[in-house]
């Protein structure tokens, strides 16, 4: 097939489509002082030798943030991975993200989407579980999606506390299905408003989002408000952190009807916040509705174990008005990591790992709430992360810990404006020491010291 390039027309009109002028306008968001304006600085003529060696030399100006002491979350999380993880994941017969299209030639992978399924299944306490998500945010907007067409409602009520990329990403997603979506306020204690969801419930809502924890590391209650959500026809869709599910009761055990998160926190990488995989699982009763495909266990002509692709309901596999999703891959490698770290730990180890991570974020909490100046901004209980209340700007707080070689959290105001200013969102995982404790408050202290001076 030849390659088929946009013309100058075609350009115009996608920019004139998305209201920008060039094609530069599209990369505003990186800052100038990001933007390569040259060709890089390499001399011609150079052997290869040289040129790699040239390019390492441009790369070690880097810092990526596991060379510093890194409290960062949001999302995205450093945790321990054993080395079997990724000897496993890279063995040929499982190096693929592609669709298994051929089943009778595709038993490994499939028997390994199997094994996802079930973990995620476990985990959630909902009967069914697919593959094929993109991330925590895209499988989110899917949840969505999967509720107005189950409901046949079109307003869907998102927490205020949600993770603004989540939110960003479900906007998207649903800007062409005429959804409409409402912010429901948090407390003072971070939680949602339950007496704001209740006035909110009526015959056009499709169904209420909780994440829990939610972005400011809050513990929700859908215990409080699930009944209220049934009884109005909406549906519950809980976005949970996978390994808080180690301590905290899961959905399926408080009445969610579908269940989303980020495998990210299960044996994967950083990385530069991608690529990512999502999850997904829902009650028996909707099964029909599941985006991305969902691999069960069969017996062969023969007797023997079997794996086989038994919904597969994207719009390359059956008529599109009947497709429930366009989702193409099914995140297979990333999803294989997650699968092999779950099993290594077992029940007791991914237990252990939940009770450390709590632990550490609370030891942090109160040597942080101790520090002149510094207190928690949230009454709620957390799992492994929390707002802090700065005596300054966050940003400045973080450009004074980034000098001492410490990332000490995520600004609030990036998301939430000039009223969360003096918020920084911090985390702890078991990755996290005393030592590394110490570090951050004392840097801390003296981006503190530095403001009274």
């Avoid at 350009?11 to 933007?35: F, S």
């Avoid at 909780?210 to 959500?229: A, I, S």
């Avoid at 700065?390 to 995520?410: E, H, N, S």
Wanted: hydrophobic content about 40%; proline content about 5%.
């Amino acid at each position: 097939m030849p390659y088929t390039y946009h013309t100058e027309d075609d350009r115009r009109a996608m920019l004139e489509a998305l209201g920008l002028k060039t094609e530069d306008d599209l990369l505003d968001v990186i800052p100038d002082k990001y933007r390569l304006r040259a060709l890089l600085p390499i001399e011609r003529g150079r052997t290869e030798p040289e040129v790699l060696r040239q390019l390492a030399r441009l790369a070690e100006r880097n810092t990526p943030a596991t060379k510093l002491t890194s409290f960062l979350g949001g999302g995205i999380y450093e945790h321990t991975v054993p080395s079997a993880v990724k000897n496993i994941a890279s063995r040929p017969e499982l190096a693929t993200a592609y669709t298994p299209y051929q089943p009778e030639a595709s038993q490994g992978t499939l028997q390994v989407i199997f094994e996802f399924q079930t973990h995620i299944s476990r985990l959630a306490r909902l009967p069914v579980a697919n593959a094929s998500m993109y991330d925590g945010a895209s499988a989110l907007a899917e949840a969505c999606l999967m509720a107005a067409k189950i409901t046949r409602r079109d307003v869907v009520l998102l927490p205020h506390a949600l993770n603004p990329r989540y939110l960003r990403v479900v906007r998207s997603y649903v800007s062409g299905q005429k959804i409409e979506l409402k912010s429901i306020a948090s407390t003072d204690a971070g939680d949602l408003d339950v007496a704001a969801i209740k006035r909110e419930l009526n015959d056009r809502v499709a169904a209420v989002v909780v994440q829990t924890p939610n972005y400011f590391g809050v513990l929700e209650r859908p215990w409080d408000f699930e009944k209220d959500v049934h009884a109005a026809g909406a549906l519950l869709v809980a976005s949970v952190d996978p390994v808080s599910l180690s301590l905290l009761k899961p959905p399926g055990e408080y009445g969610a009807d579908i269940a989303v998160g980020e495998c990210q926190p299960l044996g994967n990488d950083m990385s530069y916040g991608g690529p990512l995989v999502g999850f997904m699982a829902c009650k028996q009763e909707y099964i029909r509705q599941v985006p991305g495909r969902l691999v069960s266990a069969t017996k062969d002509i023969d007797g023997r174990d079997a794996y086989v692709l038994t919904l597969q309901t994207r719009e390359q596999h059956i008529r599109r008005e009947k497709a429930t999703s366009n989702i193409c891959t099914n995140q297979g490698l990333l999803a294989t990591r997650a699968t092999v770290y779950v099993s290594l730990l077992g029940e007791h180890g991914f237990t252990e790992l939940g009770r450390v991570c709590h632990e550490r974020a609370l030891k942090l909490a109160g040597m942080i709430g101790a520090l002149d100046g510094y207190s928690l901004h949230h009454r709620g209980p957390f799992f492994r992360e929390f707002v802090v209340a700065c005596p300054m700007d966050a940003d400045m707080v973080i450009d004074a810990a980034r000098k001492q070689g410490v990332l000490a959290g995520i600004p609030l105001s990036r998301y939430f404006g000039p009223s969360a200013r003096n918020l920084l969102l911090v985390t702890a995982t078991d990755r996290h020491t005393d030592e590394d404790f110490e570090k951050l408050c004392g840097a801390l202290s003296r981006a503190a010291l530095v403001k009274v001076g």
